[in-house]
């Protein structure tokens, strides 16, 4: 049995698109998101696919060439899931201003049941994560030598998730499905109109978050939390044992979890909290004037 | 300060700030500063002048001891040897925090490119003028070169001649060249979409943990192509390694692949994602910030 290889993926960040029109006019985030949404055009649709689409192959390119192990490139756990923490952190560092950087097909129908986008967009989102994850690996294939594709570490092909033998398959669905719980609880709490104002360091908070979910599950059962991460090298590598666990898993905990959060702990910011951030805002103005 | 300034020459400044902010993404706080500088002393056209020459000066030494920085901690953390050990997460990990010291000192200053590659994708992105951009590359060759030298004279001689010499980047000799200028094209790409997504205006209020950002992303990448090339990514950094030890062999590779991925990706990026915030969006920010006014004042 190879050495299981501690790989992941994923995330979501995107303002929330409300047609609800503020009354006191000092909502900023809100009416930004609505002018947004109103301004949006056909070009700004196929960018923000095409984002996904390189975001994606970015992730397995980057994440799987980092996961490299054999007789002469040395790795370790450790390394491969930090690699993978970074590589999210890269992918939404580049394109999460453009397209959300959802990465996961979890990610994304987590997106659709907190009404963030629309089904046609949702579809064109997997598709696009379908495609860039299978060209990420393509050109990782392409770029790097056959022994650091398949060595003893790695038979059936570097990157490739599979069960560590002293888990039933059931088991391993359960670990897929808990650590998508808490990734996918991770990006609601991102979306939540709570936070809307607190963006900046956003890249670094997912990469570190799945670092630290990639290390936990890594050995048990590759914490993918992501199908097409998994999909790709399987079907690069014609090897689909137990694959089915990397489909169930992530999906059902994505609309699982994201209904759960929708109602029980997502608010929208009330009017004394409005004024919390304006007066927030103020502070900030008095102290760059002094 | 407030009561010394009339109150339209104030707003006047105030609104040409915001619009600095919006359009020069990394290089935010120095342009922001000076023009804010300059409005009140605009009758003096000597000190401009003068202003602005020291801003230009400031910046170019910015960015040659920004470079320094990066290639003495980068390398130093290089150092592997029997007396030494080290292991190639916590090389890599050293040299992102490397960009992240580097950046957190001069990111405002120069915008801390420390990149050749990054430099071009700024003249591209139209951030910096061409002239601009020769003194950046000046400043970093020097300062990658004087970076190194210190290291030279400082660390012990056993640590400075293992392999092809400290820190010299190579690739693995299972690689074949095709595959090393690929490998470099393909991660400084996505280095220069880093800094392209950090530059986009819609990114413009959000530069608070850029370092940290930066450092992690460098990180990343080095870990993941650093067995196979050295994971470089930039030209100045392999450069002054290879002119201080004499070994030029495959150093072209770290010259072509990261300047023509560095062209090709900015200009790529500034075609099909740059957005500029749209108007609706500022008149909000304006609005708000003209309510704030009134009311303080």
């Known amino acids: 049995m190879p050495v299981q290889q501690p790989q992941s993926a994923e995330i979501g960040h995107q303002m929330k698109m409300s047609s609800e029109e503020p009354p006191s006019g000092k909502q900023t985030c809100r009416s930004q998101s ?43 756990d450790f390394q491969s899931a930090l690699n993978f923490g970074f590589v999210v952190l890269i992918c939404i560092q580049c394109f999460g201003c453009v397209c959300g950087a959802h990465l996961n097909p979890a990610v994304t129908l987590a997106t659709y049941v907190y009404n963030m986008i629309s089904l046609p967009m949702a579809l064109a989102y997997f598709v696009a994560q379908m495609v860039g994850a299978f060209i990420g690996y393509g050109l990782l294939k392409a770029v790097l030598p056959e022994s650091a594709i398949y060595s003893a570490e790695n038979p059936n092909g570097v990157c490739l998730t599979s069960l560590n033998s002293t888990l039933t398959p059931w088991q391993g669905l359960a670990v897929e499905f808990l650590i998508t719980c808490v990734l996918i609880s991770v990006c609601c709490g991102v979306w939540d109109p709570r936070n809307a104002t607190k963006q900046d360091s956003l890249p670094v908070r997912f990469g570190l978050a799945i670092a630290c979910l990639s290390l936990t599950a890594g050995q048990l059962t590759g914490a993918s939390m992501n199908p097409v991460r998994s999909f790709a090298p399987a079907i690069w590598n014609g090897f689909w044992d137990d694959h089915w666990i990397y489909w169930v898993g992530p999906m059902a905990a994505a609309l699982i979890t994201s209904v759960i959060y929708k109602h029980a702990f997502r608010r929208e910011l009330e009017e004394s909290e409005v004024d919390e951030t304006t007066m927030s805002t103020k502070r900030t103005s008095e102290a760059e004037l002094a | 300060m407030i009561d010394e300034v009339p109150k339209q020459v104030y707003l006047e400044s105030r609104k040409r700030w915001t619009m600095a902010c919006d359009r020069e993404g990394s290089s935010l706080f120095s342009v922001a500063l000076f023009k804010r500088f300059s409005d009140h002393f605009s009758c003096c056209k000597v000190f401009k002048m003068k202003g602005s020459t020291l801003d230009k000066i400031s910046a170019f030494l910015g960015e040659l001891i920004g470079t320094g920085i990066l290639v003495f901690l980068g390398c130093m953390g290089c150092v592997k040897t029997d007396l030494f050990p080290n292991n190639h997460l916590q090389i890599v990990l050293n040299f992102g925090f490397a960009v992240l010291i580097a950046i957190q000192c001069f990111g405002c200053v120069s ?14 992105y139209e951030m910096v003028t061409l002239r601009m951009a020769f003194a950046y590359f000046a400043a970093q060759m020097l300062g990658a070169f004087i970076g190194y030298g210190l290291l030279m004279v400082l660390l012990p001689s056993p640590t400075l001649t293992v392999g092809a010499g400290l820190c010299v980047t190579l690739p693995h000799t299972s690689v074949t060249t095709g595959q090393a200028l690929g490998i470099e094209f393909v991660i400084t790409s996505i280095l220069v979409i880093v800094c392209c997504g950090v530059w986009d205006p819609r990114n413009s209020k959000f530069h608070d943990s850029v370092g940290i950002r930066f450092g992690l992303a460098i990180a990343c990448l080095a870990c993941a192509a650093g067995p196979f090339t050295g994971g470089s990514m ?17 150093n072209w590779i770290y010259w072509l692949a990261p300047l023509s991925s560095s062209a090709i990706t900015a200009y790529a990026y500034k075609v099909v994602f740059r957005r500029e915030v749209v108007e609706a969006e500022i008149t909000s920010n304006e609005k708000l910030r003209q309510l704030e006014d009134v009311q303080l004042s």
């Open chain 1, 34 to 76: 609505n002018c947004w949404l109103l301004q949006r055009r056909q070009l700004d649709s196929i960018t923000t696919v095409l984002a996904e689409m390189i975001a994606t192959a970015m992730l397995m390119f980057l994440g799987c060439m980092g996961s490299v192990e054999n007789s002469v490139f040395t790795n370790s």
């Open chain 2, 111 to 124: 915008g801390a490119h420390l990149n050749p590659a990054v430099t071009v994708a700024a003249y591209i």
């Open chain 2, 234 to 250: 930039n030209p100045a950094r392999s450069f002054a390694p290879a002119l201080w030890n004499k070994h030029f062999e495959s």
